[in-house]
């Protein structure tokens, strides 16, 4: 393969065979090497082809400065979460996580460890990115020798979470909040904890999370239901009485206001999780 661009002595950028541009790593792979040599294909080690320019050009940037051992140990980590989650992910991980990995271990360094507030929250809402977090912890010990606190599993399952939504904004600590407040108004107004190995609070917890999604995009149901939220009203007043109370705190501190479906939906869920209470 013929060299088109020299990042560094471990990273080039060729062309394949369909003309697209591809990042080749390996150590030594470019060392005394310029633009428009053949590179020998038997010293790479990865090979990154990113279907989107813009997140090809961000990573190749990142590549600059960031060692070949940590890229490595990042796509090591994407590998794991992406059997662990059985899902697509945005290739945007590749630069986010990466550059997160990196960030990381400079701040370990000079002794600066961040702890995460909603580490706890985290592990419970998004349980199987979490342990793609705790993973990832074990992967760069045993990689890097670098000892990362237990809070660093949280910030890194949030990259997992925000690859994994259709925006490419990171919502996922909004989420998490948001999430975190719902469930506290509930525990409030009933004075009670929930089981949360439970289906019914899964199924609670995933409504939630899609619902501050909507919100923090300005969202709403396009179709309202009053007819059958007047029945739900009627027939569950303190499941009721809960969602508007759930309304008042996503209005008083997002600006955002519930409308019927919502209402309806939240109801339902709430006397799930509240109905052996």
Not at 1 to 18: D, F, G, P, Y
Not at 93 to 108: E, G, K, M, Q, W
Not at 236 to 265: D, F, H, M, W
Request: a negative charge; proline letters at 1%.
């Amino acid at each position: 393969m013929i060299i088109k661009r020299v990042l560094n002595n471990n990273t080039v950028i060729s062309t394949n065979s369909q003309g697209v541009d591809v990042l080749l790593m390996g150590k030594g792979v470019a060392f005394g090497k310029k633009k428009g040599e053949v590179l020998d294909i038997a010293l790479v080690e990865k090979t990154f082809l990113l279907k989107d320019k813009g997140t090809q050009n961000k990573f190749t940037e990142l590549l600059l400065n960031v060692p070949l051992e940590h890229v490595l140990v990042a796509e090591k980590i994407i590998n794991f979460g992406k059997i662990k989650l059985g899902k697509n992910l945005n290739e945007i991980i590749y630069v986010n996580l990466t550059d997160h990995i990196h960030s990381a271990i400079l701040r370990y360094q000079e002794g600066i460890v961040l702890k995460n507030p909603l580490r706890w929250d985290i592990a419970r809402f998004y349980s199987d990115e979490y342990a793609v977090g705790e993973k990832a912890i074990d992967i760069v010990k045993k990689d890097l020798g670098v000892t990362f606190e237990i809070d660093e599993a949280a910030f890194i399952a949030l990259h997992f979470v925000n690859a994994q939504l259709e925006q490419k904004d990171n919502l996922a600590y909004e989420i998490a909040e948001i999430t975190k407040g719902i469930e506290e108004v509930i525990k409030t107004y009933y004075r009670t904890e929930f089981d949360e190995a439970s289906l019914d609070y899964y199924r609670f917890i995933t409504h939630v999370k899609f619902f501050a999604q909507r919100l923090l995009k300005g969202e709403h149901y396009d179709d309202e239901d009053d007819e059958l939220l007047t029945i739900l009203k009627n027939k569950y007043p303190s499941e009721y009485a809960c969602a508007r109370k759930i309304g008042e705190y996503v209005q008083a501190n997002y600006q955002y206001e519930l409308q019927s479906t919502e209402l309806l939906y939240l109801t339902a869920h709430i006397r799930r999780i509240t109905k052996n209470l």
